[in-house]
Nanobody, 114 residues
Framework: VQLQASGGGLVQPGGSLRLSCAASRSIFSTSASGWYRQAPGKQRELVAAIFSGGSTTYADSVKGRFTISRDDAKNTVYLQMNSLRPEDTAVYYC?????????WGQGTLVTVSS
């Protein structure tokens, strides 16, 4: 499975971005998927995840601001990011995982700066 992440860029504080992660085949509906981020000098951390049944979980730092969703027909998972802060600046990665497997997409850089 190949994952293609897109949607990063430069945005001012308080702005919004939507990240997309498209898979090369239908897999999201039977797997968990997540968005992670890694800021310079920091470890990669889970931002949000959505499970096969549709339940979601978020890091405390993004609750109420970010929303993860998926479109099974398009084999795509999204991360809607609102009210962005400078501390959200990082490379964002998508991941699909399940029993015995996980696949990573390439990162997409999000920079929040005035």
């Amino acid at each position: 499975v190949q994952l293609q992440a897109s949607g990063g860029g430069l945005v001012q504080p308080g702005g919004s971005l939507r990240l997309s992660c498209a898979a090369s085949r239908s897999i999201f509906s039977t797997s968990a998927s997540g968005w992670y981020r890694q800021a310079p000098g920091k470890q990669r951390e889970l931002v949000a995840a959505i499970f096969s049944g549709g339940s979601t979980t978020y890091a405390d730092s993004v609750k109420g601001r970010f929303t993860i969703s998926r479109d099974d027909a398009k084999n795509t998972v999204y991360l809607q990011m609102n009210s962005l802060r400078p501390e959200d600046t990082a490379v964002y990665y998508c991941k699909i995982f399940g029993l015995g497997y996980n696949y990573w997409g390439q990162g997409t850089l999000v920079t929040v700066s005035s």
